[in-house]
């Protein structure tokens, strides 16, 4: 019994380690070729990434192996981080980047997007949770409506909660236009969901 209480201990201590470690910390132990920490980085982030690329390609498979990609970019490269922005920015940097390039090399098939199923909340009755879902799948229609530009900009801070100044580093553009886009792709979006039937999401 002993035995098993330490093992929980230890198992406990090195959960705690893992998360007061920072993702700066991880990638300057990455490129001295510590795997554990490769690990742990893939675990804060493979979903994220996988989730934006996602957005990007419309292809489950094609996504799933691009996420592949960029983490084996990561523990190949990570001497190369410099730290002028944030370890996720840098990471969908890195995952933008990997899939345009897959769809300027597939350009000539027709990619279709496989619905990206939503986990729902435990507490959620079952006619809420299918309000909520149908509000979703609408939401996520109407953003497929928008220029690659405009999509780009919601995805990022929205769904990936980027900021201007991290939005605009990702892609690669001004501050400015980052605003201006994220003007007009907001109100194009107002446009489509209440077309849909839907008065307003959150801000």
Partial sequence: ?????????????????????TDEMLLAAIAEGDRTAMHVLYSRHNVRVYRFVLRIVRDTTMAEDLVSQVFLDVWRTAKQFQGRSQVSTWLLSI???????????????????????????????PE?????????????????????????????????????????EIIGIPQST????????RKQLADLLKGAGVDSIAA
């Avoid at 990997?98 to 990206?116: F, G, N």
């Avoid at 949770?129 to 229609?141: E, G, P, V, Y």
């Fill in 1 to 21: 019994m002993s035995n098993v209480i330490a093992i929980n201990a230890a198992a406990k201590k090195n959960i705690a380690t893992a998360r007061a470690t």
């Fill in 95 to 125: 995952a933008r980047f990997k899939a345009l390039t897959s769809l300027r090399q597939r350009r000539h098939e027709d990619i279709e997007q496989d619905d990206v199923l939503e986990i729902a909340d435990g507490a959620d009755t």
């Fill in 128 to 168: 809420a949770s299918l309000d909520r879902a149908s509000t979703s799948a609408i939401l996520r229609a109407c953003v497929a409506k928008l220029s690659p530009a405009h999509r780009e900009i919601i995805n990022l801070v929205y769904y990936h909660e980027k900021s201007v100044e991290e939005a605009g």
């Fill in 178 to 185: 980052v605003k201006t886009r994220m003007f007009y792709a």
